[in-house]
Each structure stands twice: as structure tokens, then as C-alpha cells.
């Protein structure tokens, strides 16, 4: 279930997800096997994960980062998204 | 650091903190005493290690998040009284120790500086000024999914769509973790609470609540500066199952603008319809 909105902004309006650092992640997918809300996704070939649904990732959630064993995993900061979340609010950017 | 442990490091073999973590299990043993937990031993024979676990709190030993120690701890029913992670450490004082799977000079000298400040340092205990007043009863709301109940508090307590809880006393808050996180988590087996003094933004991190499932961060619905750390909870991390709302809280902050703060909060009957949505896909 994606939500669509968060804190009553809609969600694509902001840009909290993890990003992978290629040259650390081993692919060992425990952060895929802990996220239950299928941000990740698996493929063939040599890159064997991506952020597939971004906007699925629970803003300020950084559960997964905390699997990583290689420490690949980066969010935007939380303030600035604070921030910017307020904004979008103060500018009525709801549902 | 005068308490004897049971020292359980997770030994991985695969990253260069694996190793580390070992060493770092045999410097605190040689220096506090104790007994070493063999991870692979314990993994096959719990039954081995049945008396040392009955005698000395465990000392958990990860060499990186994937907190093997901790996790093979929780598979088998163990409380964690203490625990490190090598990775968090290095990362702590901007250290690394990449490359080699075999402990070289400066991944040793880390770890005797790491022992050494473990063994320094006093087991965490309460240190409260707490002055307000939480004592008040609680009633509850309560949603069914399938076979669980999850409970709300009716009034008095904020939420974010992050699952924590803030209940404001005076210019004092409490915050904890809700019914249906701990659920989702499951058993609690440690937690790790903000330093005392520290200032934290709203939605910062104000601790971390683990179970075998996950690390959750505790993502604090105020900014304040951190007063009281609940010790009970140090003690005793099945508190947070067992009473979420009240016994289980995390940590006491003073409060920086709560008015501010309140606005991007839910309160318990908006909280109840958002946790309606969210508890759609809940399987436990």
C-alpha cells in the first residue's frame, strides 16, 4: 500500500529514500528482506538491487540503513526535509 | 566496568569487523573476567552455554549492523545487558578499518582504545531529573486486525505517522514507541537510549529500540534536549512490549516549542484512522 500522503503532503512532493552506494553495497538484500514496504527491488545481472518505489519509503524511516552490514545505504537529511515538508504544508500542497 | 559478562562477539569472518569483534570480546575477558560465548557453538548447542547464560548477563559483541550477535541472541530467547557494534564505533570517531579481513595494527589499536573505554565506562544507569507528572491513568482506544488488538491512548498523547508518541507534561515530554510498533517488532530484546544532555530536532533520533526483526530508530515527535533516560527500560527492554504507553517510555525531554512541534502531530483518535490504513497489510 503506497500512502499518498505524509503529515498531509503528498508524497512525491518529497524526496526522502535511501540511496545505494554501489561501491559498498554487497547485495547481500537484508535490506530488501527487512523493508516491508517494497521501496527495493531485485534484478538480474550485476546491479541485483535498486530503489525501485522511492515513494513507498516511510519519510524519516532509516530502518533498513541499520541492516546494511556494508553501510551502503544514505538518506537526505532530516531537517532539510522537515523543513521542506513545512513549507509544502504552509503552501497547502496536500491530496 | 567491575560486572563480569558473558562476552558473545559475532566472530564474522566475511567483513574486517568481524575479527575485530572477537578481539574486542578477548581483551574485555582477560581484563574483567567472565566467559566467552562461541557464536557457532551457541548457534548449534544452546544447551552448552546454559549455565554461563544462567549466571552472567549477556555482552553482545556485533561487528556490524547486521548484528549477528544480537540477532542469534534474540533467536534464542537471550537478554542482551550490554552490547557494542565495531562498526558504529569506527564510524563514531571517523575511523575505518576497510580492506584486510586480517586485524592489522590499527584495527588493534582501535579496539584496545574501545575496551578500554567500555571497561571505563560505568553500566548505564538512570540518571533522572525528572519533575513532572506522568502518573495520570491512561484510558485506550483500540483497533482489531485479524488476531491483534492494537491500543491508542484516548487523549494526552501526540503521534508522528513514524509510530512514536510524545506525552507532554508541563514543559516536559515523554516519548516512546506505540502498541503496533512493538508488535511489528516483536520481542525487545535492547535499548538504546539518546545521551542525557543531548538536543534533538524534531523527528531526530531519540534512541534505538531492537528486536531480532530490526533496529527501529525512535524518531522523536518534539525537539527538546534529552533530561531523563528511562532506565527500566535499560533494564528490563520487555517493557516496551509489555506497556508501551507508560512503563516502556524511552527518554524525558524539556521541551524546545511544542506549540511548533504540534502541528505536524497527530493526536490519538487521528492516529487510530491512520494506523486503520497502515495496519491494511499487517501480518505481524
Known sequence: MAETTFMGVRRELIPWAPVIDYTKCNFCLECDKFCPHGVFKRQEGDIKLVVATPTNCVVFCRACAKTCGPDALSFPDKAETTRLIKELRAKGAGA | ?284
Request: net charge negative; charged share 20%; hydrophobic share 45%.
Open chain 2, 1 to 284: 566496568m567491575s560486572e563480569k559478562y558473558a562476552y558473545l562477539p559475532c566472530n564474522g569472518l566475511d567483513k574486517p569487523e568481524g575479527p575485530l569483534s572477537r578481539e574486542a570480546a578477548l581483551l574485555m575477558l582477560e581484563a574483567a573476567g567472565g566467559e566467552l560465548v562461541c557464536p557457532v557453538l551457541l548457534a548449534r548447542s544452546q544447551a552448552r552455554y546454559a549455565k554461563v547464560l544462567g549466571e552472567l548477563p549477556l555482552f553482545a559483541v556485533d561487528g556490524c549492523a547486521t548484528r549477528c550477535a544480537s540477532r542469534l541472541a534474540a533467536d534464542h530467547g537471550l537478554a542482551v545487558a550490554r552490547k557494542v557494534q565495531i562498526a558504529e564505533a569506527l564510524k563514531a570517531v571517523g575511523a575505518s578499518v576497510e580492506g584486510s579481513l586480517v586485524p592489522g595494527p590499527q584495527g588493534l589499536a582501535f579496539v584496545r582504545n574501545l575496551v578500554a573505554g567500555l571497561l571505563a565506562a560505568p553500566t548505564p544507569a538512570a540518571q533522572s531529573e525528572t519533575t513532572a507528572d506522568f502518573a495520570a491513568p491512561v484510558t485506550y482506544l483500540t483497533l482489531t486486525h485479524d488476531k491483534f488488538i492494537f491500543r491508542v491512548p484516548a487523549d494526552g498523547y501526540y503521534f508522528n505517522e513514524n509510530d512514536c508518541w510524545v506525552r507532554v507534561s508541563g514543559n516536559r515530554a515523554r516519548v516512546g514507541i506505540s502498541d503496533f510498533m512493538q508488535q511489528y517488532l516483536s520481542d525487545v530484546i535492547f535499548c538504546t537510549p539518546p545521551d542525557l544532555g543531548a538536543t534533538i530536532e524534531q523527528f531526530g533520533e531519540v534512541g534505538t529500540v531492537e528486536s531480532s526483526k530490526a533496529s527501529f530508530e525512535v524518531v522523536s515527535p518534539v525537539a527538546g534536549r534529552v533530561v531523563a533516560v528511562n532506565q527500566g527500560v535499560a533494564d528490563a527492554p520487555e517493557l516496551v512490549n509489555e506497556d508501551p504507553y507508560e512503563r516502556g517510555w524511552i527518554a524525558e525531554l524539556e521541551l524546545a516549542d511544542f506549540a511548533a512541534d504540534r502541528e505536524l502531530l497527530l493526536d490519538g483518535p487521528q492516529y487510530l484512522e491512520h494506523l486503520k490504513q497502515k495496519t491494511a497489510e499487517f501480518r505481524g
